[in-house]
């Protein structure tokens, strides 16, 4: 985590001295529209110094963005000592959503596509929202907490920035966790802008903090044990990727939350936790078993159709892919490597939520997600393909295992809290923060 230096370098964000020297006010200065305005305008002349990108401001959108986010941080305040500290971290990025939404800067050239361009020239508008959200937070942390503020090297990264732009354009709320992946913290992906959903969630198995990339021992025909890894490239060899249709998105997350409810509609008290371990890869009627042996009642015999008309609504609502697949998929398939999915086992389901995916990503076509559908990752689904050329990546163990009996490449996802190591001697980790650090194909 690299330490952010408000007087500002050649290397750090753009600074706001109206922070400086103050003890302890910024927290509530920042809830005055006059404050806020002025502070906002003293660092769009920071960034414009700094980048040398001019900017027009529209004061009025500015002030609808402020008086939106108060009202929000009004509704929304934690009164338990505990949360004030997190809530910290939701305000600012509820403060870029609503920058982000309302708009009021114009950079006076647009932005640049180049591979090569600094963040800063490829969207000057969200680059200047987000050096101000991310300078507000770090001056309440160091004047209320004595926290030292960090920034995470995403910030700097321009694939971060390329998805980030692509999918607040879709969903202005993922502004919040992208946020958090700027300030080197672990982003909540699912229902981000929602405080209470925040304190009960539990970081994703996939998508959510840090990321383990797992190159298992033995993996390939020679069994040599792990490949090197450090120069981050998937091995020449591969020619196959496939993806476990929950580490494409948010939908174990979606599935978990819309399970959990509707059995509490029942009358029966579970949480997100036990709901996660209990039901996530079982099948639905040991659902139906848990909610008839606590309620003492026989369930509907539509206890299931209408579990999945709940679940198609949330799928329909709240689906999205996971930040920087989209790179990722783009790199593999400019490479000509293959992909396909992994089934879940429920075909009408894997049709459904392949194409809400299919309609997520550029072009809105399935193609890019492969024409394979695949039932199991044993022996004989793939005869027009040498297997040892294919890597599964998924988060479940079984279906690792499977892949390597049946000879093919492991990567293996672990959600923060996971494993350090995998079992066994001779084993690799490679840690990435997201799939923005996904090993691309070998050129």
Known sequence: MREVDLKGSAMSRPALSIVRNRAGEVKRDVRRLRWFRRAFLEQVASVSGHTRTGYDVDTARLAGAFLTWSKEIDRQKPS?????????????????????????????????????????AFWPEGYAYVTFCLNIRDAVLQQTYHETAGTSATFHDLRTWWSFRENVAEDPRLALPFLELFAGISPVWTRPDSFLARREAKPAPVGAGKLRLVWNEGQGPTAEGPRDLARGTLDPSVSLVIFDLATLSNYSDIYVTALAGYIQDFGTSINLDETRERFLRAPLNLAMTYVALKTGQVCPSAFISRFKDILAERREQDLQLLPGIQSVLKDLSAASVD??????GD???????????????????ASGFGDVLLDDVGGGLLDDRAVASCVLVSDDRQKLIAARKAGMW??????????????????????????????????
């Open 80 to 120: 338990a000592e505990a949360d004030k500290r997190p809530f910290v971290d939701f305000a600012a990025g509820l403060m870029l959503r609503e920058l982000i939404v309302a708009g009021p800067l114009t950079a006076r050239r647009s932005g640049s596509d180049d591979p090569g361009a600094e963040p800063h």
């Open 347 to 365: 075909a009408e389901e894997d049709a459904a939520v392949l194409g809400r995916l299919s309609r997520l990503t550029p072009g809105g076509s």
């Open 410 to 443: 492991t990567i293996r996802l672990v959600g923060e809290g996971g494993p350090e190591k995998p079992s066994g001697a001779g084993s690799q980790d490679f840690v990435i923060d997201s799939f923005f650090s996904f090993p691309g194909p070998a050129l």
């Open 339 to 344: 992909i396909a999915v992994l089934s879940t």
